[in-house]
């Protein structure tokens, strides 16, 4: 199993920052990607930033530019770093891992919420 715990959310005014970690620990191995995904009320889940193996990324278009995903490999953590807040950016942001075995594994975070608002 894999266990990833978030941090960092909070209430931040338009075009402020915020920076979120996930740490993981547990079983992990044969990591293919970790990512960060968001959810505002009435949505669907959607993918903000994904990193992936051989540190090849992805962002979703409408934060490019703005946010930044890295890694700390020693300490097992992915962040976000968000500039340039907006109040679309509101939702509850997720931590995910997937994890390629023999099969594809997704862990998730319990969410941390990031509200930008004046």
């Known amino acids: 199993q894999v266990q990833l715990v978030e941090s960092g959310g909070g209430l931040v005014q338009p075009g402020g920052s915020l920076r979120l970690s996930c740490a993981a620990s547990?079983?992990?191995?044969?990591?293919?990607?970790m990512g960060w995904y968001r959810q505002a009320p009435g949505k669907q889940r959607e993918l903000v930033a994904a990193?992936?193996?051989?540190?090849?990324?992805n962002y979703a278009d409408s934060v490019k530019g703005r946010f930044t995903i890295s890694r700390d490999n020693a300490k097992n953590t992915v962040y976000l770093q968000m500039n340039s807040l907006k109040p679309e950016d509101t939702a509850v942001y997720y931590c995910n891992l997937e994890r390629r075995t023999w099969r594809q594994e997704y862990y998730w975070g319990q969410g941390t919420q990031v509200t930008v608002s004046s």
């Open positions: 547990g079983s992990i191995f044969s990591i293919y990607a």
């Open positions: 990193l992936r193996s051989g540190n090849s990324t």
